[in-house]
């Protein structure tokens, strides 16, 4: 039907499958980041998470989005990633 | 006598033209003269003109592109470093003169206009473009295979919305690229929710597929940059479980140089620039941003508009500011405005003559918006029909009028609204039952003047529910 030649109109610098950071082998020792997105009840479903994760061994610090509707402030970001392993976000609905 | 410094001949011909065939007699004596230092270079018959025996065939307009040759016949003289001079047409002093031979085209008439270079024809600048100017864009080529349909190629790739999509070629992609002076590979911005940086060509390549004309394209650029302020949040508007989308509303000269429709159906199908503009955006920001629904796009049901939610004012009535106006542009400027939301839902109201009793039927249906007992959440947009602006014009009123009215309409008392009142779980935080509240934030109403002149219908298009500082604000942006 054709040979013709079209022009990407993606961004090109998506690789074909994202691939996920390695996973913690195990959560004893570990500090994990509980993300609050500032939804209604995020805090009482991240109260439950924290207690599951401290049973397991794992240090557990909170932070908190201004608004759900906004992406995290790229100064949380840093600050979730110099303290803790692993981060846990509360996503909500 | 050959008086000149040029030793180097070149003519550009075409045999369609009654001029190159007048002066077949003058190549010769140049032929003669200048031997095999005299190039004769023909756009469409090789085999032109019979009597020249040495001439070279340019039907792949090669030479003439690459040496900007708009009409024919074009003489050229240089020497072995630089081109001295060039006339066009059939001008015998010019020629005489460039050429140093003082007795050249002794039987001829003075003077004859020529014809324009093939390479002027319609259409023919971008196809040359695209065959020899392999560094103008950057994007990556995507080859077909021989058994592949070009629309269906484009569905497979996944860069389209569901609709068949115009396939992005490099001649159709250079002629949209025609409509800016930005350079192809300036970067307008990153795009969300991936953040990845995108060019003017990709924006281009974008509004190919939506189905744009190259005369929108400042307008698709222009929302681009109104989607990527700050104050717009995109990302979160993208991302919400909620129903929004980008709206776009279009003021100024613009509208009527590009066809905009601000009248009949102004909201509808069948405006080839309302529905290719608004969709131009989307598409960007599904194939550059990666904002794919069922992805990172959670919209619980989104709404229709997400295909394409743009229309323009009607600003036939000059003592009735435009939405530009209103946030502080000119009524000469061209602006494009972006809102995020959804849908829309109509407002009747065939009885009111008196502004008054309009504004307070209006204000009764926009209590609805989210949902009747939530005050100062979302943002609305009123779409004042040509119909209802005439009720307000006839008493004298202005859109300011029509505000401040609207506003006082639209207090409730706390109480009357907090969770639990009229046996509804859902309404206002139990803190605001002493309060007074207004439906809208301050600056969350936002009024438009749109559609044909025969129905007294109003509208509403509601907002984000996160609208405001914590979400999205109407946002402006100047088209260029």
Known sequence: ?93 | MNQSTANRITVVIKKDCPTCALIEPVLAELVDEFENRIAIYVQDDPAFPQSIRVKLDDTSLEFSYANKIEIVPTLICSNDEEELGRTVGWDKSEWRQLTGLTNLGNELVDFKPGCGSKTQDPGMEEILAAQFEKDLLQARKVELAQSEDEIEACFDRGWSDGLPVVPPTVVRVIRMLKATNRAPDEVIGNIPPNNLPCTIEKVAINAVLAGCKPEYLPVVLASVEAALQDKFCMHGLLCTTYFSGPVMIVNGPVIKKIGMNSGVNALGQGNRANASIGRALQLLIRNVGGGVPGGIDRAVMGNPGKYTYCFAEDESDEDWTNLAQDRGYERTDSVINLFAGEGLQAIVDQQSRAPESLTKNIANSLRSVVNTKMYGAADAILVVSPEHRRVFRQAGWTKQDLREALYDNLMIAGSEVIRGADDIAEGMPVKFKDKLLNKFRDDGLHIVTTGGSAGMFSAIISGWVASGEKGSQLVSQKIQ
Do not use: W
């Open chain 1, 1 to 93: 039907m054709s040979n013709s030649i079209m022009l990407d109109p993606t961004a090109e610098l998506d690789p074909v499958e994202k691939q996920l950071l390695p996973r913690l082998e195990t959560l004893s020792g570990a500090t994990v980041g509980l993300l609050d997105i500032s939804k209604p009840r995020g805090k009482e479903f991240l109260d439950e998470i924290e207690k599951h994760l401290v049973e397991m061994g794992a240090t557990v610090k909170r932070y908190m989005k201004p608004t759900f509707a906004r992406v995290a402030p790229q100064e949380l970001n840093q600050k979730i990633s110099v303290e803790c392993d692993a981060v846990i976000e509360g996503l909500a609905d």
